[in-house]
């Protein structure tokens, strides 16, 4: 079977080959894409097959999809273009009779109405459409989202005291791992977010706990967090989106009950203490 990721480049599809390995798969049926293969040398240089692929140009879709069995679609970042981006890759994955199709998609993304889960609704849609057997990662929220703010004296947001059950993308890349290498795949939905849900004031005590300085959490208004991502230099629809998620967090929407993720994975998925500790390293 040879399992072809996309977005190896990234910071996740990246994670995701490297538990493909870990779980033994060898390194010449695991096919690693990017826009740019030079990002992924160091993977070619262990033996995974590497080879070019854009979400925006078929042609180079249908090239990486040659002989592969079951594929991993990680979501674009490009907010706004990943429906016709991810359109491109089912269709390329379709007339290549792609036996499996896994799909990093949202937490709740099909009861969700955060600014996000629109585009993986949609994505959702176009499997469903495509005919293409498919399997649905609904990720939580990434740690990493959070932890990659520190170290700092004063963590902004304006999720109030909502409870996010968030795993690191570790824990995610390796469900997906487990999923691509499982059998009878087809129609499911996982529900993936951490065993244990934190507030952002849980993570501004474990950041002050371990660093030994004082750290705070400082819930803003919705439209004053906007003003301080921008300020900060993010762009506004991007800022928008971050605080439409903390809006999000406020209402439940990134929180689960659900076990799918440390069920996947086969152990409890990773503590905050344990993310933050790497984040301050």
Excluded: C
């Excluded at 474990?206 to 705070?216: D, I, N, R, T, Y």
């Excluded at 906007?226 to 929407?253: H, I, K, N, Y």
């Amino acid at each position: 079977m040879t399992i072809l990721v996309t977005g190896t480049s990234g910071q996740l599809g990246r994670l995701v080959v490297e538990a493909l390995l870990d779980r033994g798969v060898a390194a010449d049926r695991i096919v690693a894409t990017a826009r740019d293969t030079s990002a992924v040398a160091d993977l070619a240089a262990r033996g995974v097959v590497t080879r070019a692929a854009d979400y925006e140009d078929p042609a180079s879709l249908d090239a990486a999809f040659a002989g592969v069995d079951t594929a991993l679609l990680v979501s674009s970042n490009a907010v706004g273009q990943r429906v016709a981006q991810h359109r491109n890759v089912i269709e390329a994955a379709a007339r290549a009779g792609v036996s499996l199709v896994a799909y990093t998609s949202l937490l709740g993304a099909d009861t969700s109405d955060l600014i996000l889960a629109a585009e993986h609704t949609a994505t959702e849609d176009l499997l469903r459409a495509s005919g293409v057997p498919h399997v649905l990662l609904r990720n939580g929220w990434y740690v990493e989202n959070h932890t990659a703010q520190l170290p700092a004296a004063v963590i902004h947001g304006s999720a109030g005291d909502g409870r996010i059950s968030g795993a690191t993308r570790a824990d995610y890349a390796e469900a997906a791992a487990v999923v691509l290498t499982s059998p009878d795949q087809a129609g499911k939905v996982y529900e993936l977010g951490g065993d244990t849900a934190y507030t952002l004031a849980d993570l501004a005590a474990e950041a002050g706990a371990q660093s030994g300085a004082p750290v705070a959490y400082r819930d803003l208004s919705p439209a004053d967090h906007v003003a301080a991502l921008t300020a900060a230099g993010l762009p506004a629809p991007f800022a928008e989106v971050l605080a439409d998620s903390d809006r999000g967090v406020r209402e439940g929407r990134l929180r689960t009950d659900s076990r799918d993720l440390s069920t996947l994975i086969g152990r409890p998925t990773t503590p905050l203490s344990d993310a933050v500790k790497s984040a301050l390293a």
